[in-house]
Structures are given as structure tokens and as C-alpha cells.
């Protein structure tokens, strides 16, 4: 409604920075690019250059920005190439050419800039940093790094930069040091940490803020922050387990802050219920958060991201329904409403050609075949047939060449069949048949069990989580998920 205002009281005179910049706000708070895009070009348009420059050089920074968060790259370099050859043109036309996959004319560009008088060095080497990773030029990029830091060796946020750079190109050795100069030179203050803590949360990056959060415990610092970042983390990366592992350290804020931090909380208690368990009570608990008030479209975005990630396609589905109708102009909502349905529509038409061809898929045990209608009948807890199918592969013979390759899918699937069936002597035999030392199978178990306690299934849970302990004794997450459910026992 307010945006809709807004847009009614302009007129072809200039309102000024004030009045656009609320109505850029809103519209940004929608994702309707489109719409500031359109507004920033229309009074740019109307301003003279030698009337308010600087407004006139806002409203394209403005409308750059929408223009590349609306994914329209190439109008967006036009723009930046009409652009004054200043230091913003020039970043924005570097951005640009990246975004487009051009790095070597980025490059180019970026060689000639730093020959020009009163050229700023440390900005195009920052831009140079950011092509040289995308044109996987890692060596150069390492080089740029190092002349940015000798440029600012006083301010954090180059240090930042050098960190998140090298994390997100797979220079794991090099993050490690800089993060370890960084820790050294700035982790002095808890705004330092948190400075660098919040890109590398962005950015998923877990080894990184692991170890912020053990920083953060060792030089005495508020550690709520950096829990809420890791648990962020665990969320992108789909460790359900983990994250839920972490709620019970994140304590509800005190004062004005109390609500937001309540609705957080209870957000995230609700994903990772949602995510974990594939029970109607927590996919409708979740849906009818969303329904209760308006949210961010960022709440929206991270609920259908990690839906998706968990295989929870009609709740992904009824959060994105709900997501399309608060924001209409977010092309970002409609995209992953259309896919969603298309999964959907996709997975059902599967599922009735293996149900139909089930016989013969039985007969000649075809990978695929098999694994849609063993899930399809895991989904529809018909635990006797999905006993029966894996049990007439087993005794095939000759087996088919990829059971063995499959083995562990197949031992996690007789987990939770034993788990449905109560034969808990069955469970457990399968889950030691499964575990083998490797931290992937033990986290998928451990996820398990996090599903089996959410559905009322505690001692099934508790027995998967001490034969993880078992196989891996030092195992972290089992000791976490030990604490939660049993405090007191020894970590042992």
C-alpha cells in the first residue's frame, strides 16, 4: 500500500533523494527491481548535468543496482559504459563485465584504469582480486591481494576481503593463514570478529566460522552472535542435525530486542523440525508461521532454500505460494514456485510409471526404477513392501553390478524400515552395517535419529547416536546431540 502511494504521487517533476529513496527502499524490500530501474532512469533522464550532479550520479548508482539484481547484465554495462570515467563507472562496468563471464575484458579494462592519472589503485586492485578469481587465475589473484593489503595495511576490511576471497576460491590453505594474520592483527575487539564473521557465514564457509565461534569463546566475547551465523551455516550446507544441535545455546535477547529474537528463534526451531522430519505436524507447524504475519522476503528465501535442500517439496511449494502472493514483482519467488511444481509434477509422473512398470523393473532391477519406488514407499511408510523389494534384490542372482555401489543407501533404508517395523534389533544391526568410520554416513545417521526423536522415537534415536559413538568415539556432533538428550552422560 505505501509503495502503491508513493508511485501515485509522482509527477514529472523531480521529488527529490528524500521521497525516492523510500520508494526505493520498499521496492527493493519486494525485489521489485523493475520498478527502481524504471523510476531511476526516468528523473536521471530529467536532470541536467549542470544541475544536481550528485543526485544525478545516485540515481544511476540506483538504478545499476537494480538492473543487476533484476539479472539484466548487459543493460546494465550499457549503462555503466555511458557513465562518466570515474571511479564508479569504472567498478560498475568491471562488475558488470564479470557478471557476464568477460574477465579478460574486465582485466583489460582494469590494466588501462590503473595507467590513468590519479588512477585509485586500491580499488582496481580490489576489482582485479574478484576477476582473477572468476577467471580462476589464482596466482594473480594472490599477487592483487597482497598489493591490497600493502595499500590499507592499517584497516581490517582489505584483510576481510583477502579471507572471503581465497575461501570462495578454494584456496582453503591460504583462507587459513589470512584468517590467522587477520585473528592476529585485528581480533582485538568483538566488532573486528564479527566483522569478518558475517561474510564467511554468507558465504557458507564452515571451517572459517567455527573457528570465530572458538575466538569468540576464548578471548571472552558475547558468543550469541556467532552460534546464530553457524547455525546459518549448518542450514545452507543441510546439516539439519547440527543446526538443531545449536538452538539450545542460542539464548532469547533481553528487552527491545526480545521479540525479533523470540520470532528467530521460533523460526528457526521450525525449519529445522521441518527440514529434519518429514511428519505433517512439523511441514503444517512451519506453513502456519508464514500464514500468522507478514515476514522479510529474506525469511522467505532462506525457508524455500532449505526445503528444497531437504527434499520437502510440497512444503517448499506452500511457503513459495504464500511468498508470490506477499511479493508479486520478486522474479526470484516465481522462479522457484515454477520449479517446485515442476519437481512435483515430474516426481508423480515417475512414480506412476514405476508403479506401473513395477514388475518388470523387479525383474530386470533397474537402478533408477528401483530407487523411485523403494523411496516412494519409505515416503509412504509402507515399511513390509520396502522390506520385501530390498530383500528380492538382495537374493537376485547374478546380483546387478551397481547393489554394491549402493550398498549404503540400502542399509539406511533397512535403518529406517526396522525403525517402522519396531524390530529395533534389525535397526541397529543395519545402522553398524552402514557406518564405516566415514563422517558423511555418520552424519546422515545422526540426521536420522534427529528425525526419529522428533517423531517421539527417543530410544530408537539415542541407541543410533551411541552406535555413532561407537564406530566414532570422538565424533563431535554425537556428542552434541548426546548432550542435548541425555545431560550428564560422559562425553565417553
Known amino acids: 500500500?505505501?509503495?502503491?502511494?508513493?508511485?501515485?504521487?509522482?509527477?514529472?517533476?523531480?521529488?527529490?533523494?528524500?521521497?525516492?529513496?523510500?520508494?526505493?527502499?520498499?521496492?527493493?524490500?519486494?525485489?521489485?527491481?523493475?520498478?527502481?530501474?524504471?523510476?531511476?532512469?526516468?528523473?536521471?533522464?530529467?536532470?541536467?548535468?549542470?544541475?544536481?550532479?550528485?543526485?544525478?550520479?545516485?540515481?544511476?548508482?540506483?538504478?545499476?543496482?537494480?538492473?543487476?539484481?533484476?539479472?539484466?547484465?548487459?543493460?546494465?554495462?550499457a549503462l555503466a559504459v555511458e557513465g562518466a570515467p570515474e571511479d564508479t563507472a569504472g567498478e560498475q562496468r568491471v562488475m558488470a563485465l564479470i557478471a557476464l563471464g568477460r574477465c579478460d575484458e574486465a582485466l583489460a579494462f582494469l590494466r588501462d584504469w590503473r595507467t590513468k592519472p590519479g588512477a585509485n589503485?586500491?580499488?582496481?586492485?580490489?576489482?582485479?582480486?574478484?576477476?582473477?578469481?572468476?577467471?580462476?587465475?589464482?596466482?594473480?589473484?594472490?599477487?592483487?591481494?597482497?598489493?591490497?593489503?600493502?595499500?590499507?595495511?592499517?584497516?581490517?576490511?582489505?584483510?576481510?576481503?583477502?579471507?572471503?576471497?581465497?575461501?570462495?576460491?578454494?584456496?582453503?590453505?591460504?583462507?587459513?593463514?589470512?584468517f590467522d594474520h587477520y585473528l592476529f592483527r585485528f581480533g582485538g575487539t568483538p566488532a573486528n570478529l564479527q566483522l569478518i564473521a558475517e561474510p564467511l557465514a554468507e558465504i557458507g564457509e564452515?571451517?572459517?566460522?567455527?573457528?570465530?565461534?572458538?575466538?569468540?569463546?576464548?578471548?571472552?566475547?558475547?558468543?550469541?552472535?556467532?552460534?546464530?551465523?553457524?547455525?546459518?551455516?549448518?542450514?545452507?550446507?543441510?546439516?539439519?542435525?547440527?543446526?538443531?544441535?545449536?538452538?539450545?545455546?542460542?539464548?532469547?535477547?533481553?528487552?527491545?530486542?526480545?521479540?525479533?529474537s523470540e520470532a528467530w528463534r521460533d523460526w528457526l526451531v521450525r525449519v529445522v523440525d521441518a527440514t529434519s522430519a518429514p511428519v505433517d505436524a512439523a511441514q503444517q507447524s512451519l506453513v502456519e508461521y508464514f500464514r500468522a504475519r507478514p515476514w522479510p522476503i529474506k525469511l522467505y528465501r532462506q525457508t524455500i532454500t532449505a526445503l528444497r535442500l531437504a527434499d520437502r517439496l510440497e512444503t517448499a511449494r506452500a511457503i513459495a505460494l504464500l511468498?508470490?502472493?506477499?511479493?508479486?514483482?520478486?522474479?526470484?519467488?516465481?522462479?522457484?514456485l515454477t520449479e517446485i511444481e515442476g519437481e512435483l509434477a515430474t516426481r508423480q509422473a515417475a512414480l506412476a510409471a514405476t508403479t506401473a512398470g513395477a514388475t518388470n523393473a523387479r525383474r530386470q532391477w533397474i537402478e533408477k526404477?528401483?530407487?523411485?519406488?523403494?523411496?516412494?514407499?519409505?515416503?509412504?511408510?509402507?515399511?513390509?513392501?520396502?522390506?520385501?523389494?530390498?530383500?528380492?534384490?538382495?537374493?537376485s542372482r547374478p546380483a546387478p553390478e551397481w547393489v554394491a555401489s549402493k550398498d549404503g543407501d540400502l542399509r539406511l533404508a533397512q535403518v529406517k524400515i526396522g525403525h517402522g517395523t519396531a524390530q529395533f534389533a534389525e535397526m541397529l544391526a543395519a545402522a553398524r552395517l552402514y557406518l564405516n568410520g566415514d563422517a558423511a554416513r555418520s552424519v546422515k545417521l545422526l540426521e536420522l535419529a534427529r528425525t526419529f526423536y522428533n517423531d517421539g522415537g527417543k530410544a530408537a534415536a539415542i541407541d543410533l547416536v551411541s552406535e555413532v559413538r561407537r564406530k566414532s568415539p570422538d565424533f563431535a556432533p554425537a556428542q552434541r546431540l548426546i548432550a542435548e538428550w541425555q545431560p550428564g552422560v560422559p562425553k565417553r
Open 121 to 178: 589503485l586500491a580499488l582496481i586492485a580490489r576489482l582485479q582480486v574478484r576477476a582473477f578469481r572468476e577467471a580462476k587465475q589464482f596466482d594473480a589473484m594472490e599477487q592483487a591481494l597482497l598489493e591490497l593489503q600493502r595499500l590499507s595495511p592499517a584497516f581490517p576490511a582489505p584483510a576481510v576481503y583477502g579471507v572471503v576471497q581465497r575461501a570462495m576460491a578454494g584456496q582453503h590453505e591460504a583462507a587459513q593463514k589470512a
Open 1 to 77: 500500500l505505501g509503495l502503491a502511494v508513493l508511485q501515485e504521487g509522482l509527477t514529472d517533476e523531480y521529488p527529490g533523494r528524500a521521497y525516492l529513496q523510500t520508494l526505493f527502499e520498499l521496492a527493493e524490500q519486494g525485489e521489485d527491481y523493475g520498478l527502481v530501474a524504471q523510476v531511476s532512469a526516468r528523473f536521471r533522464d530529467r536532470l541536467t548535468d549542470d544541475g544536481d550532479v550528485r543526485d544525478k550520479r545516485w540515481l544511476q548508482t540506483r538504478q545499476f543496482g537494480a538492473l543487476m539484481a533484476a539479472d539484466l547484465k548487459p543493460a546494465a554495462l
Open 323 to 336: 511468498a508470490t502472493t506477499a511479493f508479486p514483482a520478486s522474479a526470484w519467488m516465481q522462479q522457484q
Open 206 to 260: 564452515l571451517g572459517l566460522m567455527e573457528r570465530c565461534v572458538a575466538a569468540a569463546a576464548e578471548r571472552g566475547y558475547p558468543s550469541q552472535p556467532y552460534q546464530v551465523m553457524l547455525t546459518q551455516v549448518h542450514l545452507q550446507r543441510g546439516s539439519w542435525a547440527m543446526a538443531g544441535a545449536i538452538i539450545p545455546r542460542i539464548v532469547v535477547a533481553k528487552g527491545r530486542d526480545a521479540a525479533i
Open 369 to 395: 526404477p528401483f530407487f523411485l519406488q523403494l523411496d516412494a514407499l519409505l515416503q509412504q511408510r509402507n515399511w513390509k513392501e520396502a522390506g520385501e523389494l530390498i530383500g528380492e534384490l538382495r537374493e
